[in-house]
């Protein structure tokens, strides 16, 4: 079974540009998290989606969306690219039971996308 | 201040020795606490999933401790190797409105030499 697939692997874009990543989940896996991670902060959970929802969200500004097609591949857009905003961005996929998974169902991570902003 | 400190931030071991890493959280109350490794450039993976009612639970050389009541939690990696040299996550999850709340731990970055 294939595992979850992050493209591109690494995007260099200049501030002011806005940028789109995707995640194609492991398949029979219907909800999609995402995060961000930086040395200074780690891991900091954006927001998670399930059935084509966003079920879920963290404390980041609107500049940050996403969105979930039927096959539950999911897009994280971010606008206006600020240079804070250079970093590993991981999605996890899992069977419904929140960003992390459940118990006996936890999520996948995928490989990440490095976004550099320069 | 984080909700979920690790400690060291980094450490150094030599190959077949033992290593005990820490995670102090302040969350609570908490549904499980759980412990995750992260090879250069990979996606955390997970290593241990522990309620707040467990105190111990193992993955072969790993051994996750629990203490909820002075809210502290180690990893225990028994006989290093090589490819244990990773960054390993504490996280801890809570349960608010039906929803998961995720508070992770910076990490601690670890160095097995041979």
């Known amino acids: 079974k294939a595992g979850v697939t992050q493209t591109p692997r690494y995007l260099i874009k200049t501030r002011g540009q806005q940028v789109t990543l995707s995640c194609s989940p492991i398949s029979g896996h219907r909800s999609v998290s995402w995060y961000q991670q930086t040395p200074g902060q780690g891991l900091q959970f954006l927001f998670e989606?399930?059935?084509?929802?966003?079920?879920n969200k963290g404390n980041f500004p609107g500049r940050f969306s996403g969105r979930q097609f039927s096959n539950s591949r999911s897009e994280m857009n971010v606008s206006t690219l600020e240079l804070g905003d250079s970093a590993l961005y991981l999605c996890a996929s899992s069977l419904p039971g929140g960003n992390l998974g459940t118990m006996n169902t936890e999520a996948f991570f995928g490989q990440g996308t490095r976004l550099t902003v320069v | 201040k984080n909700q979920v400190e690790q400690s060291p931030q980094s450490l150094i071991i030599l190959e077949g020795k033992n290593c005990t890493l820490q995670c102090n959280y302040t969350v609570s109350p908490f549904s499980n606490l759980r412990w995750y490794k992260q090879d250069t450039g990979r996606g955390p993976v997970s290593l241990t999933i522990m309620t707040f009612s467990e105190n111990t639970k193992s993955n072969g050389r790993y051994t996750a401790t629990l203490d909820a009541d002075t809210k502290q939690s180690s990893l225990h990696i028994t006989a290093s190797q090589l490819s244990d040299s990773a960054s390993y996550i504490c996280?801890?999850?809570?349960?608010?409105?039906?929803?998961?709340?995720?508070?992770f731990g910076i990490g601690t970055k670890l160095q097995v030499i041979p």
């Open positions: 996280v801890v999850i809570q349960y608010s409105g039906g929803y998961q709340k995720v508070t």
């Open positions: 989606y399930f059935s084509e929802t966003q079920r």
